[in-house]
Every structure is written in C-alpha cells, then in structure tokens.
C-alpha cells in the first residue's frame, strides 16, 4: 500500500505570494490533517478533513485554508506568505478519525525568502 | 491547561545502550501514539497504543492511562534510532491530538 504522498517536497517562495501544497492521503484514509512544523515552535496543528468537510481547525490566520475531494486528496493554500510562514508543512492521513493510527507523508518544506 | 510533557529533553547515548522515554500528559486519554522523526524530518508512526503494552522489535510502549503517562523502551539502540521521539495522546478535553515538545536522541556509534 503506498505511503501518504506530499508536493513538492521543496518550494521556494517570495513575500506575498501564495502557494499551493497538496497531499494523497493513504487509499482508504478518509481523515486528512495538516501542521506546520517549525524549530521553535514544535507541530502546529493546521485543520483537518474528513469527507470533503473540514472538522476542526488549529489557531491560524485566514490566510491558510485548505480543502479535501471526493477521492480523499487534499491541498492547503497560503496566501499573503511572510518570513515566518517558513516551515516544514506536514500531511498526515488515518482510516476514521484522531482515534486511528495517523500516518505521515515526507512534508513539503517551504522556505519563504 | 491541557499539558504533555515528555522527558528527558535530551539524551545522548553510546550505541548498544538501552533508554527510556517519558510521556506524561494532563487528563484522561482515549488513545496515545509515539512517533519517531529522523534527521530528515519522516515522522514514523511508532505505537498507537491507549492502554497497556506493546511491542515491536527492539521498542516497546507501555501507557499507564490511569496515572496519565506512557513510556517508550529502546533496547540495544542503533545510530539510526537517532532523531525526535514524539508522544501524542488524544485527551477527553479537547478534539485533537495534543503534541508533546519531544525528546532528541542522538546515539552515537
């Protein structure tokens, strides 16, 4: 069974622009969550989907949102970047919910210049 | 708050040594996974494990849910045990996995 795949893996983004990250959850996952891991700051959690609905959503600004399709895929968006949005963005799927094992893809590591 | 706490922060060991990790965590928990993220940034999901103890190789995982702390066992570590050990519970307090700070363990050959 294939893994939970993230893209890229790399992106480098000017101030102000936006950008697009997107995430295969594992087949038969129907959760997908997203967290933003930075040095000092540890895993941040994002938001989470589950069928197409977004479920609950960590404290960020509205500038990171996100969506999921009918097949489970789900992509987050920032738009507006800053300095600070510079991170290692992280996908992780499970089968139901936060009661079933989640499992990561390799992340998308964003640097904001 | 609600708080995780995992101890020690860091640790540094000679390859072949065993280690214990702590978890302890704040309120009464549904369930609780420890990962494990290599230097470069895979988090591997290790246990998930509510209650009581598991096995894999050389980890183990025990979670002693009614004092509120779990324990990570790495016997005879390997360099490639290297990296970030994370615990993650899931808490009747709140809707989503609370995240602990991690512990760095650097085994060195």
């Known amino acids: 069974k294939a893994g939970v795949t993230q893209t890229p893996r790399y992106l480098i983004k000017t101030r102000g622009q936006q950008v697009t990250l997107s995430c295969s959850p594992i087949?038969?996952?129907?959760?997908v969550s997203w967290y933003q891991q930075t040095p000092g700051q540890g895993l941040q959690f994002l938001f989470e989907y589950f069928s197409e609905t977004q479920r609950n959503k960590g404290n960020f600004p509205g500038r990171f949102s996100g969506r999921q399709f009918s097949n489970s895929r789900s992509e987050m968006n920032v738009s507006t970047l800053e300095l600070g949005d510079s991170a290692l963005y992280l996908c992780a799927s499970s089968f139901l919910d936060r009661d079933s094992p989640l499992h990561f893809g390799n992340g998308t590591r964003l640097t904001v210049t | 708050g609600i708080q995780v706490e995992q101890s020690p922060p860091d640790l540094i060991l000679q390859e072949g040594a065993n280690s214990t990790l702590r978890c302890n965590f704040s309120?009464?928990?549904?369930?609780l996974q420890w990962f494990h993220q290599n230097p470069w940034g895979q988090l591997i999901n290790l246990f998930y494990?509510?209650?009581?103890?598991k096995q894999n190789g050389r980890l183990s995982a025990t979670t002693v849910a009614t004092e509120r702390y779990s324990l990570l066992y790495i016997s005879s570590s390997q360099t490639t045990d290297s990296g970030v050990y994370f615990c993650?519970?899931?808490?009747?307090?709140?809707?989503?996995?609370?995240w602990g700070a991690g512990t760095k363990l650097i085994i060195k050959p």
């Open positions: 309120d009464s928990v549904n369930n």
């Open positions: 494990i509510p209650s009581g103890t």
């Open positions: 087949s038969g996952h129907r959760s």
């Open positions: 993650a519970p899931h808490m009747d307090s709140n809707y989503q996995l609370i």
